[in-house]
């Protein structure tokens, strides 16, 4: 049964080519918001807590600063929404979820840049 599932998926679900992130990466993801008759795309720019699942129902969590509330924002990969997804920096981290993340503050809260030669 699962078998059958996973070959659906594979070939009926549109993938759409996205870079390789991780937790720990700060990403933007744009994506498409319908207003009525209108359409705009607009932008959310933050580090990845965690990257769950596999496949069509692969998720990840992007979690921002907005003042001093802090935002997350659960995304599916296949959202026909989404536009595009930029790595704007790639994070040094040793854990695979970054659950820590959300209670620390100021200095606490940066995430040193991996170097990839």
């Known amino acids: 049964m ?6 659906v998926q594979d070939e009926f679900v ?6 390789e992130f991780s937790a720990g ?7 498409e918001i319908k207003e009525g008759a ?20 692969k998720t990840f969590t992007i979690r921002k ?6 935002v997350e924002r659960i995304f599916p990969v ?3 929404a989404l536009q595009k997804v930029e790595v704007n920096k790639r994070g040094k981290v040793r854990r695979a979820r ?3 993340f959300r209670g620390l503050t100021g200095k ?3 995430i040193k840049e991996e170097r990839r030669y």
């Open 2 to 7: 699962e078998s059958l599932i996973k070959f």
């Open 14 to 19: 549109t993938k759409k080519d996205f870079p």
């Open 25 to 31: 990466d700060t990403i933007t993801v744009y994506y």
């Open 38 to 57: 209108k359409t705009r795309t607009q932008f959310f720019r933050g580090v990845v807590i965690q990257v769950k699942g596999t496949g069509s129902s």
């Open 65 to 70: 600063m907005s003042g001093t509330v802090g």
């Open 78 to 80: 296949n959202l026909p």
């Open 98 to 100: 970054i659950y820590y």
């Open 108 to 110: 606490k809260a940066r």
